[in-house]
């Protein structure tokens, strides 16, 4: 009795388990239905839930039924042998004794436990296809690129859309019969124990024509996979080529067709047996299989790229060279760049520079990583305010185009105290950020601090700019879920010694309208105070997915993301602005890069409102094929680009992360000739740059620059090349972001003969200057730390200007301050406190920066006017703030100082 209740209590656990796992995926799929329903995207929801759940059910229900069926027929001989009588004799007495397994097994008992078995195998088997619909919605949506392969002369759309399909088939067949097999076997080996013939699993007739008929399908099959893996030779590197090669056209192309016609054989050999009963035929055939896979796979392919191909690689592998280099160019898009003439050894006059002020005004002085710590320290506010990245943009300000850094001041509430990390305060109150800073990329104060655009909170702006909807309920660091329009009014800013507080006006959001809404987002979310709070109401909206990394990946699974999304003020309201990726693996004769994958492109830009959390997806390359699919797998999801809002479209950027792959790729595949390209005659490389002391590869970086040819400045990225194993500059590359122009990639490339400095070059010049070393040793003696930072080549008319920004740091502040420009051109290298001041030392008065900026590159002369001295003295009342807030005790008595001189002279003036 208390047996069977042990069992029972047992079985209601289990059930238990079972149904709170059922319940708890219920709710995780009506929540997300209704996210996806708020955003206006449940189309693209059934799509991916039915395609997935409906290609799972199909694989599982198939292999259910083939494994069960395999398994009912092991039902006669267990059966059979399990109820055979041992029949011995003892002391001369006959002894039946039936075997122990008699009462267990029984028909209905292994046809229950075959089928739970079945059942659980199934349902395993169903997780090893999890995700895989998006191979079965390109199949069925496929289209075509418009060029074909020259070896089986199929388009590219078949290896892109058709062949990973019938690989996927292929698979799951393959391991359905092993699976099966496996099963199969254990079965009847157990039979054979029980017939007292342990090990003996062929005896049975029932084994051997069950087994040989599993075995023959499983070489037939094989047949089918030679035929397939001819195709992935289309993908992968043999000998100098990528693709197929001279060798593995002539061999391993042979050797596919031969092994198919030996699987066949095999799988005949294997049913021919079931008659002849001749084991030694399958034996044979099955060797010559493993013998032919070996010889004509490997040793033969081998033999004749050694003693062949390698002694005479150029001749023969050209044409296959050649395929590789159109395919790769073509895969990244290298093909279309516009290839420019760019002169060597030129020099700049004062003419050139007054010509080019929007050039001069936009050099970045700044760099990313020593903003971040002042933007920390100067603008954070709180401790729970974070600004995780800085973004580089352009904006027309006050009739000026510029270029700026920006960041989105986010709410972490990592970052609260612990005794405000309450539930009410994480999930009602703190639940968003608040505004941007915005700086100029090129100006600083007299105490070497960025001047800003946008700054404090509320946003107070020096410029046309203007922030109205300052609130980020969406961002990078927005993890965890709020619920907003409570009886809770929700922290805005702080306001002094108090806090001012606000209610979501937005429409983002699931409103939490019932009982039975907020018992389904408690059992999703694992929350269940979120049925106690008498704070909420039928009013209230849950907000969840808020990382927007998070919420475009859940919409859009199959597309690759940049790893830079950026913040965009427009029209008053914040955006985030990201760009999307096709890729596939299945290019042919295109090289990886980094071994992943073979073609990619910048096809779509995703908007993401930082107040409502709507997303919007926008094509920006109508040709690609793979955007295409994608658009007839969801119908309506993609809009064009000429739909994106005008003010917003100005602000699309060309991705870094994409012209970095172009970049390395265009490297190598510059270069057309397949015996060039072979030798590696004109390989380039990306140079190194030294930031702080570290080297590091060079990193592309924005500019407005008005480029060779043309009329008016751009917005560009830029990246120079040097020759291998040399420093010198050969060419440079930049991409264009502005209006019809935007997504154009152009090299400018310099005379070989003549010699033009790399950033390598420059930097040895700056550390071989006598003045800059003294100087940056002694601060580095008086405690404080020289940061260097990244050195730019600008593109002026037809020569360039080198500048390299130095940071100072004081040992006791994370505040870098910009107190150097080193400016380099021609034969000069000159360090001066600010740019407009080099510029006068090399091209002489009138050369510097001619664009009257707010209090931007002040020099060391004392200010001549009251206005100028209260000017400055605010500027120091400000900065001896920032750094008592820092905690840079020296610093702050230092300003404290020079704000004493600066007063003094004004009650000298005033006096006079």
Same mark, same amino acid.
């Given at each position: 009795?208390?047996?069977?209740?042990?069992?029972?209590?047992?079985? @209601? *656990?289990? =059930?238990?388990?079972?149904?709170?796992?059922?319940?708890?995926?219920?709710?995780?799929?009506?929540?997300?239905?209704?996210?996806?329903?708020?955003?206006?995207?449940?189309?693209?929801?059934?799509?991916?839930?039915?395609?997935?759940? +409906?290609?799972?059910?199909?694989?599982?229900?198939?292999?259910?039924?083939?494994?069960?069926?395999?398994?009912?027929?092991?039902? +006669?001989? @267990?059966?059979?042998?399990?109820?055979?009588?041992?029949?011995?004799?003892? /002391?001369? &007495?006959?002894?039946?004794?039936?075997?122990?397994?008699?009462?267990?097994?029984?028909?209905?008992?292994?046809?229950?436990?075959?089928?739970?078995?079945?059942?659980?195998?199934?349902?395993?088997?169903?997780?090893?296809?999890?995700?895989?619909?998006?191979? !079965?919605?390109?199949?069925?949506?496929?289209?075509?690129?418009?060029?074909?392969?020259?070896?089986?002369?199929?388009?590219?759309?078949?290896?892109?859309?058709?062949?990973?399909?019938?690989?996927?088939?292929?698979?799951?067949?393959?391991?359905? *019969?092993?699976?099966?097999?496996?099963?199969?076997?254990?079965?009847?080996?157990?039979?054979?124990?029980?017939? %007292?013939?342990? +090990?003996?699993?062929?005896?049975?007739?029932?084994?051997?024509?069950?087994?040989?008929?599993?075995?023959?399908?499983?070489?037939? @099959?094989?047949?089918?996979?030679?035929?397939?893996?001819?195709?992935?030779?289309?993908?992968?590197?043999?000998?100098?080529?990528?693709?197929?090669?001279?060798?593995?056209?002539?061999?391993?192309?042979?050797?596919?067709?031969?092994?198919?016609?030996?699987?066949?054989?095999?799988?005949?050999?294997?049913?021919?047996?079931?008659?002849?009963?001749?084991?030694?035929?399958?034996?044979?055939?099955?060797?010559?299989?493993?013998?032919?896979?070996?010889?004509?796979?490997?040793?033969?392919? +081998?033999?004749?790229?050694?003693?062949?191909?390698?002694?005479?690689?150029?001749? !023969?592998?050209?044409?296959?060279?050649?395929? #590789?280099?159109?395919?790769?160019?073509?895969?990244?898009? !290298?093909?279309?760049?516009?290839?420019?003439?760019?002169?060597?050894?030129?020099?700049?006059?004062?003419?050139?520079?007054?010509?080019?002020?929007?050039?001069?005004?936009?050099?970045?002085?700044?760099?990313?990583?020593?903003?971040?710590?002042?933007?920390?320290?100067?603008?954070?506010?709180?401790?729970?305010?974070?600004?995780?990245?800085?973004?580089?943009?352009?904006?027309? =300000?006050?009739?000026?185009?510029?270029?700026?850094?920006?960041?989105?001041? /986010?709410?972490?509430?990592?970052?609260?105290?612990?005794?405000?990390?309450?539930?009410?305060?994480?999930?009602?109150?703190?639940?968003?950020?608040?505004?941007?800073?915005?700086?100029?990329?090129?100006?600083?104060?007299?105490?070497?601090?960025?001047?800003?655009?946008?700054?404090?909170?509320?946003?107070?702006?020096?410029?046309?700019?203007?922030?109205?909807?300052?609130?980020?309920?969406?961002?990078?660091?927005?993890?965890?879920?709020?619920?907003?329009?409570?009886?809770?009014?929700?922290?805005?800013?702080?306001? %002094?010694?108090?806090?001012?507080?606000?209610?979501?006006?937005?429409?983002?959001?699931?409103?939490?309208?019932?009982?039975?809404?907020?018992?389904?987002?408690?059992?999703?979310?694992?929350?269940?105070?979120?049925?106690?709070?008498?704070?909420?109401?039928?009013?209230?909206?849950?907000?969840?997915?808020? #990382?927007?990394?998070?919420?475009?990946?859940?919409?859009?699974?199959?597309?690759?993301?940049?790893?830079?999304?950026?913040?965009?003020?427009?029209?008053?309201? &914040?955006?985030?602005?990201?760009?999307?990726?096709?890729?596939?693996?299945?290019?042919?004769?295109?090289?990886?890069?980094?071994?992943?994958?073979?073609?990619?492109? #910048?096809?779509?830009?995703?908007?993401?409102?930082?107040?409502?959390?709507?997303?919007?997806?926008?094509?920006?390359?109508?040709?690609?094929?793979?955007?295409?699919?994608?658009?007839?797998?969801?119908?309506?999801?993609?809009?064009?680009?000429?739909?994106?809002?005008?003010?917003?479209?100005?602000?699309?950027?060309?991705?870094?992360?994409?012209?970095?792959?172009?970049?390395?790729?265009?490297?190598?595949?510059?270069?057309?000739?397949?015996?060039?390209?072979?030798?590696?005659?004109?390989?380039?490389? =990306?140079?190194?740059?030294?930031?702080?002391?570290?080297?590091?590869?060079?990193?592309?970086?924005?500019?407005? =620059?008005?480029?060779?040819?043309?009329?008016?400045?751009?917005?560009?990225? *830029?990246?120079?090349?040097?020759?291998? #194993?040399?420093?010198?500059?050969?060419?440079?590359?930049?991409?264009?972001?502005?209006?019809?122009?935007?997504?154009?990639?152009?090299?400018?490339?310099?005379?070989?003969?003549?010699?033009?400095?790399?950033?390598?070059?420059?930097?040895?010049?700056?550390?071989?200057?006598?003045?800059?070393?003294?100087?940056?040793?002694?601060?580095?003696?008086?405690?404080?730390?020289?940061?260097?930072?990244?050195?730019?080549?600008?593109? *002026?008319?037809?020569?360039?200007?080198?500048?390299?920004?130095?940071?100072?740091?004081?040992?006791?502040?994370?505040?870098? /301050?910009?107190?150097?420009?080193?400016?380099?051109?021609?034969?000069?290298?000159?360090?001066?406190?600010?740019?407009?001041?080099?510029?006068?030392?090399?091209?002489?008065?009138? %050369?510097?920066?001619?664009?009257?900026?707010?209090?931007?590159?002040?020099?060391?002369?004392?200010?001549?006017?009251?206005?100028?001295?209260?000017?400055?003295?605010?500027?120091?009342?400000?900065?001896?703030?920032?750094?008592?807030?820092?905690?840079?005790?020296?610093?702050?008595?230092?300003?404290?100082?020079?704000?004493?001189?600066?007063?003094?002279?004004?009650?000298?003036?005033?006096?006079?």
């Amino acid at each position: 009795m208390l047996n069977k209740l042990r069992q029972s209590f047992s079985a @209601l *656990i289990l =059930i238990a388990v079972i149904v709170f796992l059922i319940i708890l995926s219920s709710t995780r799929l009506y929540t997300d239905w209704l996210w996806f329903q708020a955003l206006d995207y449940q189309s693209v929801f059934l799509t991916i839930i039915l395609s997935d759940y +409906g290609l799972r059910l199909a694989a599982s229900v198939t292999f259910f039924v083939l494994l069960l069926i395999n398994l009912l027929l092991t039902r +006669g001989p @267990l059966l059979k042998a399990t109820q055979k009588a041992a029949v011995f004799r003892e /002391e001369g &007495l006959l002894t039946i004794q039936m075997s122990p397994l008699n009462k267990l097994l029984t028909l209905r008992f292994l046809t229950i436990a075959y089928f739970l078995l079945s059942l659980v195998m199934a349902f395993l088997f169903s997780f090893s296809i999890k995700g895989d619909w998006v191979l !079965l919605q390109k199949f069925l949506h496929p289209t075509y690129f418009g060029v074909l392969d020259p070896v089986f002369q199929h388009d590219i759309g078949f290896y892109v859309f058709k062949f990973p399909f019938y690989q996927f088939l292929y698979n799951l067949a393959n391991w359905t *019969i092993l699976i099966t097999a496996f099963w199969v076997a254990a079965i009847y080996l157990l039979v054979s124990v029980a017939q %007292g013939n342990p +090990g003996n699993l062929l005896q049975s007739i029932s084994a051997r024509y069950h087994l040989s008929i599993l075995a023959a399908l499983f070489f037939l @099959l094989k047949a089918v996979g030679y035929q397939l893996e001819k195709y992935l030779l289309l993908f992968t590197h043999n000998g100098a080529v990528w693709g197929l090669g001279y060798t593995a056209t002539h061999t391993t192309l042979i050797a596919y067709k031969v092994l198919t016609y030996i699987a066949v054989f095999c799988a005949l050999a294997i049913l021919v047996n079931l008659f002849l009963r001749r084991f030694k035929l399958v034996v044979y055939s099955i060797g010559f299989l493993v013998l032919a896979s070996v010889l004509l796979g490997g040793v033969y392919p +081998g033999l004749v790229q050694r003693f062949i191909v390698t002694p005479n690689e150029i001749t !023969l592998e050209t044409p296959y060279l050649a395929r #590789n280099i159109e395919f790769t160019r073509n895969a990244y898009n !290298l093909d279309k760049i516009e290839k420019r003439d760019f002169p060597a050894g030129r020099v700049l006059a004062l003419e050139d520079i007054q010509a080019n002020q929007d050039t001069i005004t936009n050099i970045r002085l700044w760099d990313w990583e020593p903003l971040q710590q002042t933007y920390a320290q100067l603008q954070e506010m709180r401790l729970y305010y974070h600004f995780k990245e800085i973004d580089i943009d352009r904006y027309v =300000i006050d009739g000026h185009y510029r270029q700026v850094m920006l960041a989105a001041r /986010e709410l972490n509430q990592e970052h609260l105290s612990s005794t405000a990390k309450t539930w009410i305060n994480q999930r009602l109150i703190y639940t968003h950020g608040y505004g941007i800073a915005m700086s100029p990329v090129n100006e600083h104060t007299a105490e070497g601090l960025p001047t800003f655009f946008l700054k404090d909170i509320p946003p107070a702006s020096t410029t046309d700019l203007e922030v109205t909807r300052p609130e980020v309920y969406y961002g990078e660091v927005t993890d965890n879920y709020v619920i907003v329009n409570t009886k809770t009014k929700e922290f805005d800013y702080p306001q %002094g010694d108090d806090n001012a507080y606000t209610t979501y006006e937005g429409d983002g959001g699931v409103k939490l309208s019932s009982f039975l809404r907020r018992l389904m987002f408690a059992f999703s979310v694992g929350d269940y105070k979120l049925l106690l709070a008498s704070d909420i109401d039928n009013n209230s909206k849950i907000l969840y997915y808020r #990382n927007i990394d998070q919420r475009v990946h859940k919409i859009a699974p199959f597309l690759d993301y940049d790893s830079d999304p950026y913040i965009v003020l427009s029209e008053g309201k &914040l955006y985030w602005l990201w760009d999307a990726y096709t890729t596939t693996d299945k290019y042919p004769y295109s090289e990886p890069y980094n071994r992943i994958n073979n073609y990619i492109r #910048n096809s779509v830009k995703v908007v993401v409102d930082a107040y409502t959390g709507d997303v919007d997806f926008y094509v920006s390359d109508t040709e690609d094929p793979l955007v295409m699919t994608y658009s007839k797998i969801f119908p309506g999801m993609f809009k064009s680009l000429e739909e994106m809002p005008e003010d917003l479209r100005h602000h699309i950027r060309y991705p870094l992360d994409y012209f970095t792959i172009q970049a390395n790729m265009y490297a190598v595949y510059h270069m057309q000739d397949p015996q060039v390209f072979y030798n590696k005659e004109d390989k380039w490389n =990306i140079p190194k740059d030294t930031f702080n002391v570290e080297q590091k590869m060079m990193e592309p970086y924005y500019t407005i =620059i008005k480029l060779p040819g043309e009329n008016k400045p751009e917005f560009v990225l *830029i990246l120079p090349f040097t020759p291998q #194993n040399k420093n010198n500059m050969i060419a440079w590359m930049a991409a264009r972001s502005d209006g019809e122009e935007y997504g154009k990639l152009l090299t400018y490339s310099f005379p070989k003969q003549e010699l033009v400095y790399g950033p390598s070059n420059i930097e040895a010049r700056i550390n071989q200057d006598t003045t800059i070393s003294q100087q940056v040793s002694l601060w580095d003696q008086r405690g404080s730390r020289v940061i260097r930072g990244n050195l730019l080549a600008i593109p *002026i008319k037809d020569a360039l200007l080198y500048v390299v920004p130095l940071y100072l740091q004081s040992e006791q502040s994370r505040m870098p /301050e910009l107190r150097r420009v080193i400016v380099a051109h021609g034969d000069m290298v000159i360090m001066e406190p600010t740019l407009g001041i080099a510029l006068e030392k090399i091209f002489g008065k009138g %050369g510097d920066v001619q664009r009257p900026i707010a209090t931007a590159e002040q020099t060391d002369q004392p200010p001549s006017s009251m206005a100028e001295l209260a000017q400055k003295a605010n500027q120091l009342y400000d900065e001896a703030q920032n750094k008592l807030k820092a905690g840079d005790w020296s610093g702050y008595g230092e300003t404290l100082s020079r704000l004493k001189e600066t007063l003094s002279e004004m009650a000298q003036n005033a006096n006079q």
